[in-house]
């Protein structure tokens, strides 16, 4: 992977934290938090979408991944945080 593209999996990360945090309502882990819920997230989604063989193709479908990768992460933290 190049520095390149590192650079943009990790704005697109940061985003997707982002907006994820705004999907998700609720006490949240703040702003930096879910920025870095975003950039881990990203890493899940696109796995994932690899194991499902869905295609995150493009900015937007990377974009996509990051999101739902995100989700699926705040979901798991807030589960255990809950308990």
Do not use: P
Not at 27 to 52: A, H, T
Not at 60 to 81: F, H, Q, S
């Amino acid at each position: 992977m190049s520095t390149e593209h590192l650079l943009v999996f990790l704005v697109v990360g940061i985003l997707a934290g982002f907006i994820a945090g705004k999907i998700w309502k609720g006490k949240g882990f703040g702003l930096l938090g879910d920025l870095i819920i975003g950039v881990i997230g990203s890493f899940i989604g696109v796995w994932l979408f690899g194991l499902l063989n869905i295609s995150s193709a493009g900015l937007l479908g990377l974009l996509i991944a990051a999101v739902v990768g995100a989700l699926i992460l705040l979901y798991l933290l807030r589960m255990v945080k809950r308990h």
